[in-house]
């Protein structure tokens, strides 16, 4: 694999200029190597056609996070590789976050070390965001969270990647106190042991722990907004929600915080909990959204009652996680279940995202411009122009 990066501001036709070539066949470069390498030295102004020095392959780029994460840096002229599998298409659209030639496709399995070093053998930086809400007959929660971590981390350090960003999740741990199911979330253990086998491989790695993201095609709002969750227009929650407190945080603070480590060497090795601004019951996030999205008057059928009392939920949540999980219609599943339930725990002592310089955004500002697209009746006759009242922000927690 290797692409062309030609300098635009000296372009000339003259035979004796000579094209920068932006990925060489070298696996690992020392300093002294850097200083004759034309390929590693940033140039430009600082967007899109400039060339920051990062040559970043991003695992994960397809989901959720990955998205924003590629647009950024792409924003700040870095070169892209995008690992996929399954069809080319499906990524294709990434594309366009850099400029011409800037991002790259390259094919993967998560368990070919091949495949996976080819797909990191040119890159300084290597961001891993790859992760699974549910498990399936091909992946488990260790194949994913720890094994192909661990491969990850192994590789890059043996190619000599200079920085590795881990992504793992904020009640990562190895024994999580269950509160819906039986047994403890394999999500959270897994996700525990996976920063333990990252850590132990490369000990460099920069660990992120996110709180539940919200954003465009997220799976916090648009979960608790989608008709499969519900009950005949009432919302079932663990003890009414009124026992578990969220945290969740803006997926483009996310990524400018990626950024931000990246650039910040003083962030190897450490670990950042990526958690909002402010701390909410999860009932009163879930009265003001659908307050937002003009679902929360008696017309509709919308209250709140106590998951526990109601056997057909916990049947709709079994056969859902039988038939789709998968399926963004439903995405409904007990390992789900049983996590939206969790209250988020803030670690005292341990980096935030404000420690990376990143200017946190609350939810009562960015949520109403999420939330816009699900509102009830918005493009139908005059409730699309008549005045709504905005419902009064979602009482926050104290610390």
Known sequence: MAAVIFNKAHLSRSLNQVPI????????????????????????????????GIVATVFGASGFVGRYVVNRLGKCGSQIIVPYRGEAFDVRYLKVAGDLGQVLFCPFFLKDEESLEKAMKYSNVVINLIGRDYETKNFKFDD????????????????????????SALNASDSPTPVVLNKPSGFYTSKYYGEEAVCREFPDATIIRPADIYGQEDRFLRYYASAWRRQFGAMPLWKKGEHTIKQPVYVGDVAAAVIAAIRNPDSAGKIYQAVGPKRY??????????SLMRKSDDRRGYFRYDQRFDPSFAMKVTLTNLVSP????????????????????????VPT??????????????????????????????????PFPQPPPPKSVEV
């Open 281 to 290: 019951y999860l009932s009163d996030l879930v009265d003001w959204m659908y």
């Open 353 to 386: 995202l404000e420690d990376l310089g990143v200017n946190l955004t609350s939810l009562e500002n960015q949520g109403p411009w999420e939330i816009r697209p699900l509102m009830a009746d918005l493009y139908y006759g005059h409730a699309a122009d008549e």
């Open 144 to 167: 994913v969270h720890v094994k192909g971590a661990a491969n990850i981390a192994k590789i890059a350090k043996r190619l000599g990647v200079e920085r590795l960003i881990h992504f």
């Open 21 to 52: 070539i932006a990925i060489v066949s070298q696996k690992k470069y020392s300093d002294e190597a850097k200083v004759f390498n034309l390929s590693q030295l940033k140039r430009g102004t600082g967007g899109r056609s400039s060339f920051s």
């Open 326 to 349: 998968s399926w963004p219609l439903f995405n409904l599943h007990w390992e789900r279940v049983e996590r939206e339930y969790v209250t988020d725990c803030v670690e005292h002592g």
